[in-house]
């Protein structure tokens, strides 16, 4: 069975299968960190299979336009997020802790991972290379929505509150504000700038009877590391 041609064709394969994943994985993370520092204009590839410890063949191989990378650097960072917005939401707290805990989540993971904050960069720049990034936005107002709603069905929420618009608007307000803190501390304070963000919504959206949760789920958003 050893010397079975098969056998062996199929473990090359598999071997060259594994190569292959793990060069596309050195090229991405490397990408990454250049995208994060650099900007998508500022970004050559020389330099990203430099840092990748790959030849130019090989990224080109895998990504033959810069464009075709800043859109996998995009997907893996979405990628990466949803993965543990499904953690957070396994644990099986209320919808609107989990609201609160996914966005704590993905703070950490904006202060941690280069592949993060290159991600959202890339987003903003999208214009430089002509790709549609919209789904992440989509998906997680989507997500939010669905989340709000079982929020509402707890009590949590205010029943007559548009669960879509709010949605869109923690979207949009965590990005706005993570935005501003990596252009002001370099996002040395975005947790807290976040905090503040959630101080100040809650009140206005949670139901009259629940009024009392508000110190408490912002302390679970800023809890240490």
């Known amino acids: 069975m050893e010397h079975d041609p098969s056998i062996r064709i199929r473990r090359h394969l598999m071997v060259q299968q594994e190569r292959a994943r793990s060069t596309r994985t050195a090229i991405i993370g490397a990408a990454a960190r250049i995208f994060e520092e650099q900007g998508y204009g500022g970004t050559a590839l020389a330099a990203v299979a430099t840092g990748a410890g790959v030849t130019k063949g090989a990224l080109y191989f895998h990504f033959p336009a810069k464009e075709d990378l800043a859109v996998a650097v995009i997907e893996e960072q979405h990628a990466m997020a949803s993965a543990e917005g499904v953690r957070v939401q396994a644990l099986g707290r209320p919808a609107l802790e989990t609201i609160v ?3 704590r989540a993905f703070t950490l ?7 993060m904050r290159a991600g959202i960069r890339l987003t903003f720049e999208a214009s430089a290379f002509g790709q549609d990034v919209r789904q992440p936005y989509l998906d997680w ?3 939010f929505a669905e989340l709000a709603r079982a929020a509402q069905d707890d009590g949590d929420l205010r029943r007559d509150l548009d669960a ?3 949605a869109r608007l923690v979207v949009g307000s965590y990005t706005g504000v993570q935005m501003v803190s990596g252009i002001l501390t370099n996002r040395q304070d975005v947790l807290e700038r976040l905090g ?3 101080r100040m919504l809650l009140p206005g959206v949670m139901a009259a009877d629940r009024q009392e949760q508000v110190p408490h789920l912002v302390e679970l958003f800023l809890r240490p590391q």
């Open 109 to 115: 993971q904006l202060i941690e991972h280069p592949l």
């Open 141 to 143: 107002s989507t997500r």
């Open 164 to 166: 879509e618009g709010f």
């Open 196 to 198: 503040d963000l959630w």
């Open 101 to 103: 805990l996914v966005c």
